[in-house]
């Protein structure tokens, strides 16, 4: 589940700033995203300034909402799927179980920042629209940026494992005049951050779409995938199996291809996936 405030991969968005009457606050969006054995659902319905309010604790964009009570975020879902329209409807819950307060930037310029915000997470979802309940583990992260993300990125690889203590990130990304950001993060149960050095680069199969997957780990391990969760033109989702600090852990991961996003018949694609309702 993500929530946008300018919603990065946005095709309206994107024609708004080239007409340079973007406003962030007028492309929202609730992303759900529902994987299983049967197949998966998608919603991303995005949503003008009028859908939007949002103070300290709240935040409303259209008929979904979040709320944070200082011990769980507590997000009700009301959504409808596409390309096939069906109802996304019920709760999700999520318990940290480390906080941190460390915003790391991506990029030399300081324009795009990253927050992880609960490293290791409890979940709890509760679905009517499917009938769906699940309890398991999870994270909570934050991005925030000054500029479009196609404008300072070619790409980046990013991935987050459970371990027996705390939590291991890997980010990886890609800048347009060729520097690259590594940061390989270890996040104990207190909300303390510890950098170590970045794994070696392994090389993982590419997509069904040809979209390049790349991750870090222990020499000692080649990693594979054990699933493609989301396989799009410019965005991949997997889980990965690895060894990162010595641990054998399944890792959820993601490659995005920023020159795939911006390229024309790509961006006339995307309405198909990601609506829009003022």
Known sequence: MIAFIGSVFSPYYAWARQRGTADPLNHCAVNVSLYGPRGGRWAMTERGGGALSRDAEH???????????????????????????????GRLRLYPEALTGRK?????????????????????LD?????????????FDSNAGAEALEQSFVGWHWSRAHLSKGAALLYNARERG?????????VAGDGSVEPFPSPPEAALPPTLWRIERRTRADPSVTPQILRTLQDSPFYARSLVASRVRGEDVTAVHESLDLNRFRHPLVQLMLPFRMPRRS
Do not use: K, M, N
């Not at 060729?178 to 270890?186: D, F, H, K, P, V």
């Open 59 to 89: 935040l409303h964009i259209g008929p979904s909402a979040l709320r944070w009570d200082g011990e769980c975020l507590s997000v009700g879902i009301d959504e409808v799927t596409v390309p096939r329209p069906s109802r996304l409807r």
């Open 178 to 186: 060729g520097a690259t950001t590594s940061l390989a993060l270890q």
């Open 127 to 139: 679905f009517q629209q499917p009938a769906l309940c699940w309890r398991g583990s999870g994270y």
């Open 104 to 124: 790391l930037a991506l990029d030399r310029a300081a324009r795009h920042h990253w927050w992880p915000v609960a490293p290791r997470a409890r979940v709890e």
